[in-house]
């Protein structure tokens, strides 16, 4: 079956930064474009990027941008996000999702936590 | 950015009611609306898509309707398992965006 399993999360201090993990199975991971979504503690979702199924095209939040940058390996079915200059408002649990058909988050990871404090 | 707003922002319900919750779009998404459903700790799942129609395996008490700002989520028939935190998101245009969820209580 589908599973998406996400790692990287921690804690870390403002300024610094963290990559996180995303690795698929279950999928031809090559097939579909990937995003990545958080929740801050008590918040809403948002959403934060997403690559094409080939890694030809991105696009980010505005919030993330310049700061973040998304990236896969399809020969080894793994998306990843490198977060740098953290701050204290991208404390929360980060999603990665698959981009289903019409344009829908359609399998989602457990999500992993990160916590950006001094 | 399109701004998309709940409401209610929480809804308290009992078993075997029919629910609905509001979701409107700062401008027309067209139908690229779609519904999740989230409970504690967990991960959302994927319940409507294109405004109205159901992903599968979700139950028919389930249903969506609307298109260009305004949608709504109809849950018929409450059932305990349906008590969690509902989200609409439009995929229209970058940067993708969701409402700011709607927890729906046990009354």
């Known amino acids: 079956q589908v599973q998406l399993v996400e790692s990287g999360g921690g804690v870390v201090q403002p300024g610094r930064s963290l990559r996180l993990s995303c690795a698929a199975s279950?999928?031809?991971?090559?097939?579909?474009?990937m995003h990545w979504v958080r929740q801050a503690p008590g918040k809403g979702l948002e959403w934060v990027a997403i690559?094409?199924?080939?890694?030809?095209?991105?696009y980010y939040a505005d919030s993330v941008k310049g700061r973040f940058t998304v990236s896969r390996d399809n020969s080894k079915n793994t998306l990843h996000l490198q977060m740098n200059r953290l701050r204290a408002e991208d404390t929360a649990v980060y999603y990665c999702?698959?981009?289903?058909?019409?344009?829908?988050?359609?399998?989602w990871g457990q999500g992993t936590l990160v916590t950006v404090s001094s | 950015d399109i701004q998309m707003t709940q409401s209610p922002s929480s809804l308290s319900a009992s078993v075997g009611d029919r629910v609905t919750i509001t979701c409107r779009a700062s401008?027309?998404?067209?139908?690229?609306l779609n519904w999740y459903q989230q409970k504690p700790g967990k991960a959302p799942n994927l319940l409507i898509y294109?405004?109205?129609s159901l992903q599968s395996g979700v139950p028919s008490r389930f249903s969506g309707s609307g298109s260009g700002t305004d949608f709504i989520l109809t849950i018929t028939t409450l059932q305990p398992e349906d008590f969690a935190t509902y989200s609409c998101?439009?995929?229209?245009?970058?940067?993708?965006?969701f409402g700011q969820g709607t927890k729906l209580e046990i009354k």
């Open positions: 279950g999928f031809t991971f090559s097939d579909y474009g």
């Open positions: 999702a698959r981009r289903g058909s019409h344009d829908t988050f359609d399998c």
């Open positions: 294109g405004a109205s």
């Open positions: 998101q439009q995929s229209y245009s970058f940067p993708y965006t």
């Open positions: 690559i094409w199924y080939d890694g030809t095209t991105k």
């Open positions: 401008q027309s998404v067209s139908s690229y």
